[in-house]
Nanobody, 124 residues
Framework: QAPLVESGGDSVQAGGSLRLSCVVY????????LAWFRQVPGKEREGVAGLNTRSGSTEYSDSVKGRFTVSQDNAKNTLYLQLNTLKPEDTGVYYC?????????????????WGQGTQVTVSS
């Protein structure tokens, strides 16, 4: 069983919305930080949204702030990423990740557990 399993990726028109889901199978101690990353071929992987599961605080990259929202449903062990007002530059493979370390900024540093990714394609 993969530690995290993403779903919800799709092809949409610019301006549209999607909701990505990530079922998190890791133990609570291994998910102090949960985050969404995206990868575009030829570019570095980018952390777009992070969630501190202890405090509930969230953080976003400047490229998605105000358009994307990260949340979790503890009863379903699921992390979500709501993507609104999508742009072609949001295209990429989106991964969720979990890390056991206490970090000042959740998106900083390494993550121990990763999902397999889900493709988001935004056309103009």
């Amino acid at each position: 069983q993969a530690p995290l399993v993403e779903s919800g990726g799709d092809s949409v028109q610019a301006g549209g919305s999607l909701r990505l889901s990530c079922v998190v199978y890791v133990m609570p101690a291994r998910k102090k930080c949960l985050a969404w990353f995206r990868q575009v071929p030829g570019k570095e992987r980018e952390g777009v949204a992070g969630l501190n599961t202890r405090s509930g605080s969230t953080e976003y990259s400047d490229s998605v702030k105000g358009r994307f929202t990260v949340s979790q449903d503890n009863a379903k062990n699921t992390l979500y990423l709501q993507l609104n007002t999508l742009k072609p530059e949001d295209t990429g493979v989106y991964y969720c990740a979990a890390d056991p370390r206490t970090k000042y900024y959740c998106l900083d540093g390494d993550f121990d557990d990763w999902g397999q990714g889900t493709q988001v394609t935004v056309s103009s």
